[in-house]
């Protein structure tokens, strides 16, 4: 199915939750409201139309006002792809989880925990991946200060 096809059975389904249709992206893609992500998630993984069962990668990108996740979907049925953005706030990054309908969000989701400070509602593990736990701070934001030391050892 065609992204702008998407595009259109999600703004019929979720209206003004959706956000304008960027077609010129390298993936094309929509961002949409926060709160709406988990009925958006679930629609777009059980329509059998989209069927979109692989949750390809979760990335978090940071911005000067605010931090955006980007969800690069792809449908294995279907042979379609769409990307889905949502904005969150720098002060209070909260997101609803989606790892209830895509399993391998769990692992994406702690590393933008991790790395971004995102702090994903409802996940069931929601701990460091890849630093250890009395780590301070976020490493992949772009005002993260890299500390001199970690437990005596330089940095």
Known sequence: MEPSKIYELLK??????VGEFDA???????????????????FLFEDETLAFD?????SAVDYPETLLLVYSLHSL??????????????DSPRVPSVESIWKTANWH??????LFGVEF??????????????????PL???????DEYRGMDI
Request: glycine share 4%; proline share 7%.
């Open 12 to 17: 019929k389904r979720f209206g003004e939750k």
């Open 121 to 138: 509602q409802d996940h069931p593990d929601l701990t460091r991946i890849l630093l250890p736990e009395d780590w301070e701070g976020y």
């Open 77 to 90: 049925k279907n042979f379609h792809k769409f990307t889905v953005k949502v904005e969150v706030s720098k």
């Open 109 to 114: 989701e702690r590393e933008a925990f991790d």
């Open 24 to 42: 010129e992206a390298i993936d094309p893609c929509v961002t949409v409201d926060t709160g709406s992500l988990p009925d958006l998630a679930r």
């Open 54 to 58: 692989s949750l390809m990668c979760l």
């Open 141 to 147: 934001r772009k005002d993260y200060e890299t500390p």
